[in-house]
């Protein structure tokens, strides 16, 4: 199975920046798709980002262009990089470990989530 490690999370102001990290370990499968959930209080948790291994990304609407995420193949670790934050990206942010499916359509694979970070933006 995957674990994971997340680290990043903290309390900015309006317009600041902070940079999530999540370090995977365990079936590399199974974490050859990688992403960062978000959930707020009172609403459903969201995916803001994910990254293959080959460096497929996808990004939220409300994130893309302020937000970057990257991944270390090595480390098999993947940031989130957020600039111009905002307060409505104040949640709790997670991290997410699935296959790829266009590289493994057969393979199956448990959903691992890490502890989740808390984000805090401040007006």
């Known amino acids: 199975q995957v674990q994971l490690v997340e680290s990043g999370g903290g309390l900015v102001q309006t317009g600041g920046s902070l940079r999530l990290s999540c370090a995977a370990s365990?079936?590399?499968?199974?974490?050859?798709?990688m992403g960062w959930y978000r959930q707020a209080p009172g609403k459903e948790r969201e995916l803001v980002a994910a990254?293959?291994?080959?460096?497929?990304?996808y990004y939220a609407a409300p994130v893309k262009d302020r937000f970057a995420i990257s991944r270390d193949n090595a480390k098999n670790t993947v940031y989130l990089g957020m600039s111009s934050l905002k307060p409505e990206d104040t949640a709790i942010y997670y991290c997410?470990?699935?296959?790829?499916?266009?590289?493994?359509?057969?393979?199956?694979?448990?959903?691992?989530w890490g502890q989740g970070t808390q984000v805090t933006v401040s007006s």
């Open positions: 997410n470990a699935d296959r790829d499916p266009q590289v493994y359509s057969y393979y199956k694979c448990p959903q691992s």
């Open positions: 365990g079936d590399t499968i199974c974490s050859s798709a």
């Open positions: 990254i293959t291994s080959n460096g497929r990304t």
